[in-house]
Nanobody, 122 residues
Framework: QVQLVESGGGLVQPGGSLRLSCVVS????????IGWFRQAPGKEREGVSC?????YYADSVKGRFAISRDYAKNTVYLQMNSLKSEDTAVYYC??????????????????WGQGTQVTVSS
C-alpha cells in the first residue's frame, strides 16, 4: 500500500520561498499521479497542483509554484515562490493510482499524507 510523507513546511516572510517534499513509499512513483492540496483555517481543502502525464496549477498559484518529481528518490516537490499570506495552510500530498491525466479535484486521490504546515507571515 502506498504511503506519503510531506516535509518542508515552516514559517516564511511574504515574498519568500519554500520547497515542499512528498516522499512516496510502498510503490514506485511512476505508478501514481500526485496532487498537492491545502487547507487554511476555517476553509475547505482546495487543490493546488498535480503531476501525472501533465501538470496543472490552480489559478491562485500559477506562475509562483512549480511541481516536479524525482523518480530515483520517489519524491514529488512543490517549489513555492513569492509566497503570500493567503498561502498559509496545511499542505497535503495525495496519490491517485488510476488516473494518468491529473486534475486537482479530491475524488480520484485515495492515499493522503499527514500534511505539513506552511505559515506566511511577517
Amino acid at each position: 500500500q502506498v504511503q506519503l510523507v510531506e516535509s518542508g513546511g515552516g514559517l516564511v516572510q511574504p515574498g519568500g520561498s519554500l520547497r515542499l517534499s512528498c516522499v512516496v513509499s510502498g510503490e514506485n512513483l511512476d505508478l501514481y499521479t500526485i496532487g498537492w492540496f491545502r487547507q487554511a483555517p476555517g476553509k475547505e481543502r482546495e487543490g493546488v497542483s498535480c503531476i501525472g502525464t501533465n501538470t496543472y496549477y490552480a489559478d491562485s498559484v500559477k506562475g509562483r509554484f512549480a511541481i516536479s518529481r524525482d523518480y530515483a528518490k520517489n519524491t514529488v516537490y512543490l517549489q513555492m515562490n513569492s509566497l503570500k499570506s493567503e498561502d498559509t495552510a496545511v499542505y497535503y500530498c495525495a496519490a491517485d493510482g488510476f488516473t494518468q491525466y491529473c486534475a486537482i479535484v479530491e475524488s480520484p486521490y485515495h492515499s493522503w499524507g499527514q500534511g505539513t504546515q506552511v505559515t506566511v507571515s511577517s
